[in-house]
């Protein structure tokens, strides 16, 4: 028996360039055992960060979906 696995398009969020996602994480889990806030400045103007749901600046990496960092990307390629 052969198995074969294919990637599964999200069709929710328009994602350019996965290289941009791996950016994304790395800057905002650089710090370790700190919030977000300060990270996420560095990569989106305020008016962004504010549209983004379900998003609290407060939280450490970690606490965060993984919709949310999609989200992000897809706002920093904008």
Known sequence: TIIHFFPKKN?????M???NLEK???IIF???RKM?????K????????NKIKDLNINLRPEKIKPEVYYKI????EK
């Open 11 to 15: 069709r929710l969020f328009k994602i």
């Open 24 to 26: 994304i994480t790395n």
């Open 36 to 40: 977000i806030n300060k990270n996420l």
């Open 42 to 49: 560095k990569l989106l103007p305020v008016q962004k960060i």
């Open 73 to 76: 990307t897809e706002l920093y």
């Open 17 to 19: 360039n996965i290289n």
């Open 30 to 32: 650089s710090n370790k």
